[in-house]
């Protein structure tokens, strides 16, 4: 089995918008050295996750994870993401494809996120 | 003084997507019982920031801080939030009113992300 983790974010107009997602993909690789772990974005930034995908599967991956990079659960998670989700597992059903919860929404996250808040009121 | 913590968020047309941002406000308002502690959103949902620093404003409040709960710094962090910031501090010349960085851009939230992320791969 050779596996991916692939952090999907939406993607902006601004390239330094991408920094903490580059930082984290890079925490996440260190972390994790015997998987690959790859940046992929909804829109205005490549690559886009079925390239992604598509360029994993033709590396060898054969079991991918689906990190949704979103504080929130909105339409991008509960309608593009399991749209792009069934089109991937059509074209490659012998794939196996999960997809994690938004990273906003995990309580470690969310703990850490209130921290920020505290400190920011000085 | 008489302190506000304003938890500033995009906005989504899905009323779900607001969930992890008001336990954020719930935590970090039990964190501070002596500061009120508020949402605003940029768009698609209300209160928007004007309206909530006028009514903060309204209620007495003098020293304001906005934490962006964006995970990354893009247009509307760099262009949108200051230019709300500058009419803010025209209108209000005596309100105390800072800005923090991106939520998204601390070293803890990116740490707890990372461990998220690592987590998922089970």
């Known amino acids: 089995m050779t596996r991916a983790l692939v952090l999907f974010a939406h993607g902006a107009r601004a390239a330094s918008w991408a920094a903490p997602f580059e930082r984290l993909r890079d925490a996440a690789q260190a972390r994790l050295p015997d998987c690959r772990v790859t940046l992929a974005f909804l829109e205005l930034m490549e690559p886009r996750?079925?390239?992604?995908?598509?360029?994993?599967?033709?590396?060898?991956?054969?079991?991918?994870?689906?990190?949704?990079?979103?504080?929130?659960?909105?339409?991008?998670?509960?309608?593009?993401?399991p749209e792009l989700a069934a089109a991937i597992r059509a074209q490659y059903p012998h794939l196996r494809l999960q997809v994690a919860g938004a990273i906003g929404e995990d309580p470690g996250v969310q703990a850490a996120m209130t921290e920020y808040c505290v400190r920011s009121l000085g």
């Open 49 to 81: 996750l079925p390239a992604t995908v598509d360029a994993l599967v033709q590396e060898g991956v054969d079991d991918i994870s689906v990190v949704p990079v979103f504080l929130g659960q909105g339409g991008h998670l509960l309608r593009d993401l």
